[in-house]
C-alpha cells in the first residue's frame, strides 16, 4: 500500500471540518510544482484589523476562559466567523450525509437573495469570515454569486464548499472568479470514476475535473489569484491507496492545495463500511462492539467549546443552531431573519445550551463526533504553490 506522510500541521480552526487558514495565492507561473518543505505559516482572515476588532478578541478570549473556570456562561464578546446555509439540498447522494440520503428532518429549501441581506444587515462588524455552506450544495441556489458580491461588499473573507458539478463550461467559471470568493474548496475522494462514485454516490469526476481545470483557467485569463482551489480528499477504506494519484490530478488540474481528511462516521452501521481500519488515517479511537465510537480529542477541558463564543450557524430558513454539528437543528436558538442579533446571541435559549455544555459536553449527542480538539482531522495538506 502507498505510504502517507503523517503531519497533522493543518490546523483545526474552522470547527467544521474544513482547514482554511491559508497565506495569500502567489501568481501561477506555468507548471506547478510540489515541494516537501513544511505549508507557510497561516495568515488568520479574521486577524484584526482595527481596533475595536482586537477588543472584541481579547473579549472573546476572557469570557471564554472565565466560563471555563466558573462552569457558567459569559459572553462579552460577538462572534467573528458567521456560518451561513444558503440551502439544504444536494444533488449527490452520499451515505454517510443526512443531506444526500434525505435523513434531515429540518425544512429542505434555499434562502434567497432578500432573506441573505436581512441577516448580513444584522450580522454585527466584528465578523470577519463568512462560510457560505453547511448540509447543501451552495451552487444550487440560484442568487448564490449575487449573495457572494453582497457580502464581499462588507470586506469578509468568503469561503464555500461544493461537490463540483455546477462549473463545467468555462463561462460560469470565471463568473465564480469574478465574484470574490477567497477559497473554494472541491470535495474530490477519488482519483477515477470507480472509486469516486462509491461515496461521491451520483456524481459525475470527470465534470468536476473540468470543471476544476475551467477554474483554473479563468483565473489565469482574468489575471486573478482567487479563489484559492482548495481539494478535499476523504480517507476511506476503498481510496487510501490513491494518495499519489491523487497528488497528481490535483497539480494537473491546477488546483491550489489539497487536503486529505479523515472520514465523520455520522452513522456508525453505514460508516464501518468506509472507515480505515489503520489509525493513521482516522479520527477515531479502535472500535468496540458496546461503546459508541470516540474521537481522539486532545483538549484539557472536557466540557469546552471554542466555536459557541466565536462563530454563528445560520440554517437556510433563518433559523439558529448552537453550531454546525446541529444537522437537523434540535437545538434551535432563534431565527436572524425575524430577531436581532442580540437577542439570539446574548439570548436565553443560546445561554441555557452553553451552560449545558460546560456541565457535560458529550451528553449532548451532537458533540459526540464533534471535531472540537481532534487529533487526525487532517493527515496531510499538499501546497501546489510552492515552487
Known sequence: MTQFKTQNKTADFDRAEVNHL????QI?????????????????????????????????????????????PYIWGNPVIAHIEPT???N???????????????????????????????????????????????????????????????????VTSTNG???????TAKKIVQSGIDELIVSLDGADQESYQKYRIGGNLSRVIQGIKNLSAAKDQLNLNKPLIHLQFILMKHNIVQRDQMIDL?????????????????NRQRGNQYLPEDQRFTRYRPLTDTEPPQTKKRRFFANDCLRLWYSMVINCDGQVSPCCFDKDAEFPVGNLLTQSFASIWRGEQFRKFRRKLLDSRFELEMCQDCTEGVQNLFTETIDYRKN
Open 165 to 171: 458539478h455546477f462549473f463545467h463550461n468555462l463561462e
Open 28 to 72: 501561477r507561473s506555468g507548471k506547478n510544482k510540489m515541494t516537501n518543505s513544511p505549508p507557510a505559516k497561516p495568515i488568520y482572515p479574521f486577524f484584526p484589523r482595527t481596533f475595536s476588532q482586537l477588543v472584541n478578541l481579547l473579549k472573546i478570549g476572557m469570557s471564554l476562559g472565565v466560563s471555563l473556570v466558573l462552569r457558567r
Open 92 to 158: 449527490l447522494h452520499c451515505p454517510l450525509c443526512p443531506s444526500g440520503t434525505g435523513e434531515l428532518t429540518r425544512q429542505r429549501t434555499k434562502l434567497n437573495f432578500d432573506q441573505f441581506k436581512i441577516i448580513m444587515d444584522k450580522i454585527p462588524p466584528t465578523v470577519r469570515m463568512l462560510l457560505l455552506w453547511n448540509q447543501g450544495e451552495p451552487f444550487m441556489v440560484k442568487d448564490f454569486l449575487q449573495m457572494v458580491s453582497f457580502a464581499r461588499q462588507k470586506k469578509l473573507y468568503i
Open 250 to 266: 490535483g497539480r494537473e488540474m491546477g488546483a491550489d492545495k489539497l487536503s486529505f481528511k479523515t472520514l465523520q462516521m455520522v
Open 22 to 25: 491559508t497565506s495569500p495565492r
Open 88 to 90: 439544504s439540498l444536494c
